[in-house]
């Protein structure tokens, strides 16, 4: 076989290959930037359990606070990456030299996720993600605050393309380098909490019954700071919320805990106990039907408590 198509046979292998059989396919994204501890612990943590196929598409720099602002990438500018995790002057998209599957985008979250989803997931995972995870954020998102959040916005923008998604966000840690998750801090403790969370929250989702979420859906989940009883993902209980305060919508909630009224993620990830909210939201930012709160509460209710 001449030697260019001997090339493109096996290029095309390799890319057929890269998406393993069988393996849910994860997009993992962010607002906080690609290089960050949080982002790093969670893919690390998954990739351990060698039970998934990842890609990583998550922005250059710290986007925070720029909730579903969308433009395309451009060249980075002479100071790098964050924490010089890319050269100045880089291309617009980057991956890091030893594992493609580690992506930057010089622009928004939402940018970022569209990217990957568009663009590197086939060549990534061999074709589209089967669930996007975006975070674990620094800092929280619940209430008002998911409209602003740039890891809610690119969860949603996930959602309006198909594709299910999650916005997770914890209280504590520090916008540190992935490079400082070998050394104990406050901030490692965090990370590694974090991600053994969103691990069990996202085994649970995949182990009910297909559809992951329904159409339209995203998971806003908010974790309290792992401080005092909190330091190991053990002591914290998921609790089935909705993001804005009853006043704010006139229906019912999905009946459960014996009520048909939820609690705010506000008021539950504010109260003592460990207790991480789990609000089910639409791609629009809002609180969905009794309905479809039903179906994820029935979904993930082998991990749900009452409190």
């Known amino acids: ?25 994860l997009l993992l994204t962010n607002d906080d930037g690609w290089a960050v501890g949080h982002i790093r612990a969670f893919f690390n943590l998954l990739d351990s359990t060698k039970a998934f196929s990842l890609l990583l598409s998550a922005p250059a720099q710290n986007e925070s606070g720029t909730g579903s602002l969308d433009l395309p990438a451009g060249k980075v500018g002479s100071g790098g990456c964050e924490f010089s995790s890319c050269p100045g002057g880089a291309p617009a998209e980057g991956s890091d030299p030893t594992d493609a599957r580690l992506n930057y985008v010089n622009s928004y979250p939402v940018t970022s996720v569209k990217f990957g989803i568009q663009t590197l997931a086939s060549k990534v995972l061999g074709g589209k993600p089967d669930l996007v995870l975006s975070g674990p954020n620094v800092g929280g998102n619940t209430g008002v605050a998911t409209f602003f959040s740039g890891t809610v916005g690119a969860a949603t923008e996930a959602a309006k393309e198909g594709i299910p998604a999650l916005a997770i966000s914890g209280a504590s840690g520090s916008q540190v380098s992935f490079t400082t998750l070998s050394t104990p801090s406050d901030s490692t403790t965090a990370s590694n909490v974090y991600a053994a969370l969103s691990i069990q929250l996202t085994q649970a989702l995949l182990a009910s019954p297909s559809p992951i979420l329904p159409n339209n859906t995203v998971l806003n989940v908010n974790y309290p700071a792992t401080t005092g009883a909190c330091t190991s993902a053990s002591a914290f209980k998921f609790v089935l919320t909705r993001i804005y305060d009853a006043t704010i919508f006139s229906g019912p909630d999905a009946s459960w805990c014996g009520v048909t009224r939820l609690p705010t993620e506000t008021n539950i990830v504010g109260r003592a106990g460990c207790l991480a909210s789990v609000s089910v939201m639409g791609s629009n930012k809002l609180d969905v039907s009794a309905a479809t709160q039903q179906i994820v509460a029935q979904k993930l209710s082998n991990i749900l408590s009452c409190v």
Do not use: E, N
């Open 1 to 25: 076989m001449h030697l260019l198509r001997l090339q493109v046979v096996v290029a095309a292998a390799l890319v057929s290959l890269s998406g393993v059989s069988g393996q849910t396919k």
